[in-house]
């Protein structure tokens, strides 16, 4: 691939969840405080979902072969859609805990070693996630953009709390935790749908950008010549990182295969020049040809 992997980033998200599952598993034992054990248990689906996405970076990098000849990135896909029910399944939980606080408020915990724990471990959450985000969208990784979402996920359940807790000690309105609670868990529940979403349509072979189609058919079109030189059935997919281009190129019919395949590469080579990791496909035909106007839709 010549491309630097990107497992190192999932690596670091590894790296992360077992910090702030020591931190938290020593609080406990520090405190004996139920909380902070199921909160060091919480970190431990981090730590799953950061293995998971280790390994479908590993699979989407494999080169093609003989069963998939057009590559493996379509895997992101799977890792990005558990993150998103991971981060819609939090969303839910939030909100059941938020209602059970509404109907039998309880005295919140004061400012202690829990919530000194539970920000050193949001910290490191914060900026391993802001790193993630950051290299999925620089390397159009799916795997990052989801799983860095769900560092965040945790940091901001966490800001909630704390701005919760603050409001509570200031004025003295409890209703204030539950509340905050309510919200963080629908902004979260959006990221996840987000997630989910975009993964279901990565996999149902969605076009590319429209930014990225506009340029294809702009180099397209500057080869095209009324009557002469012309195309049709443009078709496009998106596979993880990877661009599929698929069109009709409609040539004089007494040109010959040579001069119509050079031609055909020349196209090819500026559109690789033009958008980022994209795969081209140029299906000849001769322009008078009544056939190669029969094949516009793709099964018609
Ligand atoms: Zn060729
Ligand atoms: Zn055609």
Redesign the pocket.
Known sequence: MGKKSLSRFAWLSIAAAIATIALKTSAYFYTNSVGILSDALESTINLAAALLALWMIKIAERPPDEDHEFGHHKAQYFSSAVEGLLILMASVWILFAAIDRFIRPVELESLGLGVIISLIATAINLSVGIILIRAGKQHDSIVLEADGHHLLTDVWTTFGILAALMIVLLTGWSLADPIAAIVVAFGIAFTGFRLVRRSVLGLMDTAIDAEDLVKVRKVISKFAKVGEIEF??LRTRKSGPKKFIYF?L?VPDEWTVKKGHNFSHEIEEEILSKVSDAAVFI?L?PLRDPA?????ELFG
């Open positions: 049709h059935a009709h409609l299906h035909e190669s106007h029969e094949d516009i």
